[in-house]
């Protein structure tokens, strides 16, 4: 199935997301857990502390999602906040919500610091929250107006972490609705870019990901490894294992499966530690595939079996339609015709879903398209009116210029022939009086 190859990377950019988004640590599965800390939740705190304690939650947001948590909860009893420290609060909320999957309070919030008197900073963060929002909720016409807003505040941006989060957002949606050109050229803006060592793991990662659904990636690419041991040093357990799924994925389209169970089974322990299902389910996924190859059933079989019950909720409807499939593929070779019957009908139903999914993302942006050129179009439309009316009130005025210098001429004219008049009269006068005067008489 040539989609196992092109498509399937597009989910785990989407977690990638929820982490430049929300900023949390692989060790997510203790993000929740209660610490020990001591602190008066009914403390009344200055503005000045509270300002400390909103810039500490956001700080650790990466180093400790604990405290993070905890300082949103004390910060959010305080009723001396001021209106922007309120933006402030509301946005790193929105975060929290956003991770327990509350996304429609989560999108009211950050909508209302959009239209609010927030700081630019604070809107544009919300804005590329909403990106992400746009995301599970396959919301993509929704995605595609908060991108390109996102787009358009970019150059508007000083603060380098966050214009960085939102050159990674973009290029993590064009990815989700498969536009890879497109992402491709927000990479080479990020390359140009001072980057944090995290940001240069997502960098090499995204840079792979595009590459590898253009079909411009081959399996010895030294870029890989590079990738690999960037994202490892900076204990990015997320981002290295998806570069992992991919190599190995790399090594099933040039038919040596032995490399590629001898690239994921060493990471499977890792893979489990970062406690995200669709990571996992992927991960045995490629493994089920892998024993396909080499015609080891019953391990493909196993395998197959783990990713179906870790995606047991479709929450990755093409990783369903793979295993779906596979375990068709597998049932049928053991001549369980009853059952591969069954599977076959739920990768039927499944796939079609999936299609019509990719039906949506396609019109959404092409929607967009036309959208956005009906704007240039009517943008253009009113220039050339704006133009025209421009030039009728130029040649108008000029008419009427002319028309003054016309009747100034005019004037200038009847002053000078009755000047001219009056001088003629009085020299004729003067002509008639001599021609009549006699010297002899004196008359």
């Known amino acids: 199935m040539k989609r196992d190859s ?28 209660i610490k020990n800390k001591t602190y008066n939740k009914k403390q009344a705190l200055t503005n000045e ?68 008197n927030a ?33 358009s505040l970019l150059p508007t941006i000083d603060n380098n972490e966050h214009y960085q989060n939102g050159l990674v957002t973009t290029i993590i949606f064009y990815n989700k609705i498969r536009q890879y ?51 490892e040093q900076v204990k990015f357990d997320i981002a290295t294992n998806i570069i992992i799924i991919l190599k190995a994925k790399l090594y099933l389209n040039d038919k040596t499966p032995d490399k590629a ?16 299902p669709m990571l996992i389910a ?14 080891d059933i019953d391990n493909a079989q196993v395998y197959a079996t783990k990713a179906l019950t870790i995606n047991k909720g479709m929450t990755n409807i093409l990783q369903g339609v793979e295993t779906y499939f596979l375990l068709y593929q597998i049932a049928k070779k053991q001549q369980d015709l009853s059952l591969a019957l069954r599977y076959f009908e739920q990768y039927s139903e499944i796939e079609k879903r999936h299609l019509e999914g ?40 000029t008419q009427a210029a002319n028309r003054k210098l016309v009747i100034l001429l005019l004037g200038v004219v009847i002053l000078a022939f009755t000047f001219i008049g009056i001088r003629f009269s009085r020299s004729h006068k003067r002509v008639k009086e001599l021609a009549e005067y006699d010297p002899l008489t004196g008359i």
Not at 11 to 32: M, R
Not at 261 to 276: D, G, Q, R
Not at 378 to 389: D, H, R, S, V
């Open 358 to 397: 990719e039906k949506a993302k396609h019109l959404a942006f092409q929607l967009a398209e036309h959208n956005s050129f009906a704007q240039e179009s009517q943008i253009k439309l009113l220039n050339e009116q704006n133009n025209a009316l421009a030039a009728e009130q130029a040649l108008a005025k």
């Open 6 to 33: 092109t498509i399937t990377f597009n989910y785990f950019s989407f977690i990638v997301l929820f982490f430049i988004v929300c900023n949390l640590t692989s060790n997510s599965s203790q993000a929740f857990e």
């Open 282 to 295: 992927e991960m045995n996924n490629v493994i089920a595939k892998a024993y396909w190859q080499i015609n």
């Open 119 to 151: 700081n630019n900073l604070i809107k544009f963060r919300a804005n590329y929250a909403l990106i992400y929002i746009s995301m599970p909720k396959r919301d993509w016409l929704g995605g595609l107006k908060y991108l390109t807003k996102n787009i």
């Open 49 to 116: 502390d509270i300002s400390t304690k909103l810039t500490l939650a956001d700080k650790h947001r990466i180093s400790d999602p604990t405290l993070f948590k905890e300082l949103l909860f004390e910060l959010r009893e305080q009723a001396n906040i001021t209106t922007e420290q309120q933006y402030y609060l509301d946005l790193l909320y929105s975060y929290h919500l956003t991770f327990i999957g509350k996304y429609k309070i989560a999108e009211s919030k950050l909508n209302n610091i959009i239209y609010s």
């Open 261 to 276: 169970l001898s690239t994921l089974l060493p990471f499977i322990v890792n893979t489990n530690n970062t406690h995200y």
């Open 181 to 231: 050109k497109l992402a491709l050229s927000y990479i080479n803006k990020l390359k140009n870019q001072p980057l944090t060592k995290i940001n240069s793991c997502l960098l090499k990662q995204l840079s792979l990901e595009t590459k590898f659904n253009l079909n411009k990636l081959i399996s010895d690419d030294g870029l890989i490894d590079d990738a690999i041991e960037t994202c």
